[in-house]
T-cell receptor, first 115, second 112 residues
Framework: ETGVTQTPRHLVMGMTNKKSLKCEQHLGHNAMYWYKQSAKKPLELMFV???????ENNSVPSRFSPECPNSSHLFLHLHTLQPEDSALYLC??????????????FGPGTRLTVL | SQQGEEDPQALSIQEGENATMNCSYK?????LQWYRQNSGRGLVHLILIRSNEREKHSGRLRVTLDTSKKSSSLLITASRAADTASYFCATALIQGAQKLVFGQGTRLTINP
């Protein structure tokens, strides 16, 4: 266990549904991240939060809406998704976003399928 | 092309042999990290090497970094079946908010 949990582990949704992915870290970290991992593509950084403030938004479509109510929790709200959004969504945390560099601790991911 | 590119894309060896994976990148980095991912699971951090370091060891893992060639290698010695996984290098760029840029990974298969 890495200290980062994600729920649900699997999600199937239609294009008109609204759902949310949840991530929780128990490591006392200040930074949290959302990544998208599609087949045969590199891991794509979506959002970065530092002390509950969004510091990075990598040109992600507005149908993905992140929320970070506190430094331990991160949500990804999904609405009107497309089939090409089907992927493994990974959450990660690190001590902070600066300094010499920090290892990131990943959750197990949510396997999302959009029908 | 991507900041980090692993080579080879796939590697299959016999248990007990050594496995070497390479990573090349394009821009200056703060550090380079290697991660491992079992099929369909999250990534696990293996080792971090800073830009002013040339070599680092952790158990059966040995990582080298050559900033002049913008390349790194990960060596796994005395491989085991449990080492079967995908291995990714990730570069931490020199900028305000640290981002990790991942390569596409090397799929390593250890045959018993």
């Amino acid at each position: 266990e890495t200290g980062v949990t994600q729920t649900p582990r699997h999600l199937v949704m239609g294009m008109t549904n609204k759902k949310s992915l949840k991530c929780e870290q128990h490591l006392g970290h200040n930074a949290m991240y959302w990544y998208k991992q599609s087949a045969k593509k590199p891991l794509e950084l979506m959002f970065v939060y530092s002390l509950e403030e969004r510091v990075e938004n990598n040109s992600v479509p507005s149908r993905f809406s992140p929320e970070c109510p506190n430094s331990s929790h991160l949500f990804l709200h999904l609405h009107t998704l497309q089939p090409e959004d089907s992927a493994l969504y990974l959450c990660a945390s690190s001590q902070d976003t600066g300094g010499w560099g920090n290892e990131q601790f990943f959750g197990p991911g949510t396997r999302l399928t959009v029908l | 092309s991507q900041q980090g590119e692993e080579d080879p894309q796939a590697l299959s060896i016999q248990e007990g042999e050594n496995a070497t994976m390479n990573c090349s990148y394009k821009t200056s980095i703060n550090n380079l990290q290697w991660y491992r991912q079992n099929s369909g699971r999250g990534l696990v951090h293996l080792i971090l090497i800073r830009s002013n370091e040339r070599e680092k060891h952790s158990g059966r893992l040995r990582v080298t970094l050559d900033t002049s060639k913008k390349s790194s290698s990960l060596l796994i010695t005395a491989s085991r079946a449990a080492d079967t996984a995908s291995y990714f290098c990730a570069t931490a760029l020199i900028q305000g908010a640290q981002k990790l840029v991942f390569g596409q990974g090397t799929r390593l298969t250890i045959n018993p």
